[in-house]
């Protein structure tokens, strides 16, 4: 078995080999959980408000110049049905489908990831990788067997709840006891037996650590903070973070509000999460995710005023966090738009980070853990 040092160390060598001249290409950078999305578009907003859909339109020339801007070589996207109204499997099916269609139509710019080597060619040929994910398995209703047809469709990352409980466990606004239910565990075997990632992200504190215990991979946590910093549900406690990483997990730290009792967070917010994180799991263990695109914000206030309907609709829907205010942002303003990552390595460079530690935040250690799960 080759070990996760040993593995970064030829990935690290691999994408250099590969990479284009421009600095921004140099690092290989990997979202774990984002979009590619435009803010300034309501139709492609997150999802999140629990009532929109992936529309059957092209990813836009701004998204895609953006996020080359930001040397984004790839990124899980959500697919399908999170919360609210309509039926989660064929929301799910149907969102699949259109981002095949995407892929297609795009093949210039886009690229679906099945394997992690397709993240290394996705890079060397210039395009975006595409990784399928959902952000709660409900998709699966009672049918653990659903997880077979979802890995034939090409999904690979499967998030066990959102916020509220669901027929696997308990999500991030439940009781922070609501255990990891049979159901759950029959998914993460399936999950396992067919290399999906399983991912922890949203769930609660008991639901979480039992699930690192029963996979028998390795499990993620693909967007989260850290609860020593901010004291939210939304953020993993270190013991959550330790049960996954001294499992060989991954652990991403979002661009979210969550990261400051204020719910404004800031870059330098970003980075004391990502050291927390680092001093608690170690190096080869933390990476990003966002939980957002590479496109900036055009108008200021009247992104505010759709956000603030948003979170109305989000707590109308019961699917709202705590952190969520009328006047909170759902991203990091002085890390958005397509110089969030270049900054964010900057940020990092002046806390004392070396290049290669970096390297692994920006995109080496999603890669090391996808090829441990995906092969």
Not at 30 to 40: I, K, Q, S
Not at 132 to 142: C, E, R, S, T
Not at 182 to 199: K, S, T
Not at 354 to 367: A, P, Q, T, V, Y
């Amino acid at each position: 078995m080759i070990d996760r040092r040993t593995l970064l160390a030829a990935a690290g060598a691999s994408v250099v080999a590969g990479a284009a001249p421009a600095p921004r290409r140099r690092r290989l950078v990997v979202n774990a959980l984002g979009a590619l999305d435009d803010p300034n578009d309501w139709s492609e907003s997150d999802k999140s408000n629990a009532v929109g859909e992936t529309e059957r339109k092209l990813v836009s020339p701004r998204i895609l110049r953006d996020a080359r801007a930001a040397g984004l070589d790839a990124v899980n996207v959500t697919l399908g049905y999170v919360a609210g109204e309509g039926d989660p499997f064929e929301r799910t099916v149907r969102e699949i489908g259109v981002w095949d269609w995407r892929i297609r139509e795009q093949a210039a710019d886009l690229a679906g990831i099945l394997t992690a080597d397709d993240i290394l060619r996705a890079k060397r040929a210039g395009r975006i990788g595409i990784v399928y994910g959902v952000q709660n398995a409900a998709m699966l209703g009672d049918k653990a067997e659903r997880v077979d047809l979802f890995a034939d469709l090409g999904l690979r990352v499967v998030q066990l709840t959102y916020n509220p409980a669901n027929r696997l466990g308990g999500g991030a606004t439940a009781p922070a006891r609501t255990p990891l239910t049979p159901f759950g565990r029959e998914v993460i075997a399936r999950c396992n037996a067919r290399r999906l990632m399983v991912d922890l992200s949203h769930s609660g504190f008991r639901t979480c650590f039992e699930a690192a215990h029963a996979s028998s991979r390795p499990i993620s946590i693909n967007h989260t903070g850290c609860r020593a910093l901010c004291d939210v549900p939304r953020n993993k406690t270190d013991e959550e973070l330790r049960a996954v990483a001294e499992r060989g997990g991954f652990i991403g730290i979002y661009f979210m509000p969550f990261l400051t009792a204020s719910s404004r967070a800031t870059a330098a917010d970003v980075v004391a999460h990502i050291d927390h994180a680092v001093n608690v799991c170690g190096e080869e263990h933390v990476g990003i995710g966002t939980d957002g695109g590479a496109t900036g914000i055009d108008d200021l206030a009247a992104y505010r005023g759709r956000v603030a309907r948003q979170i109305e609709q989000r707590r109308a829907a019961g699917i709202g966090a705590l952190g969520e205010n009328a006047d909170t942002l759902p991203l990091v303003l002085d890390l958005s738009g397509p110089t969030q990552f270049e900054r964010l390595a900057q940020l990092l460079a002046r806390r004392g980070y070396s290049e290669r530690r970096i390297d692994k935040i920006l995109g080496l250690n999603f890669l090391g853990f996808a090829r441990e799960i995906w092969g």
